[in-house]
């Protein structure tokens, strides 16, 4: 590939985005991805100050959580190839999976 095919591809991949843009979007699912942990973090709580840990909807609230979370891992990992990206996406996969089973356990039970 000489200069000109290169700068051209280039050119083809950032048509959409630049890198401004693209910085702006990680910085942003970032701060989301933080934000969305804290709100499950006070639903916890106050399933737990008010009794009420076994409600389904703590587990619902983590299984869409640690999915979305575990599913951005995973992307990571495809992309970067870090093995930490596939372990931990994996683990939290799983552990959506499990608190999945339980809302849907405690939904019928």
């Known amino acids: 590939m000489n200069r ?5 591809k280039s050119r083809k ?3 959409k985005m630049d890198e401004r843009e693209k910085a702006a979007f ?3 699912g970032q ?3 933080a934000v969305g942990g804290l709100v499950c973090v006070a639903i916890l709580l106050l399933n737990t100050a008010l009794d009420r840990f076994g409600d389904p ?3 619902a609230v983590w299984a869409v959580y ?5 599913t951005t891992l995973l992307a990571k990992y495809a992309k970067l190839k870090k093995r930490h990206e596939l372990i ?3 683990v939290q996969v799983l552990m ?4 999945l089973a339980v809302y849907v356990k405690k939904l019928l039970g």
């Open 66 to 70: 640690l999915s979305m979370t575990g």
């Open 88 to 90: 931990f996406g994996c």
């Open 26 to 28: 990680t910085s942003a």
């Open 13 to 15: 991949e950032n048509e």
């Open 4 to 8: 000109e095919e290169i700068l051209a």
């Open 96 to 99: 959506a999976a499990a608190f």
């Open 57 to 59: 909807t703590t587990w």
């Open 31 to 33: 701060r989301a991805t």
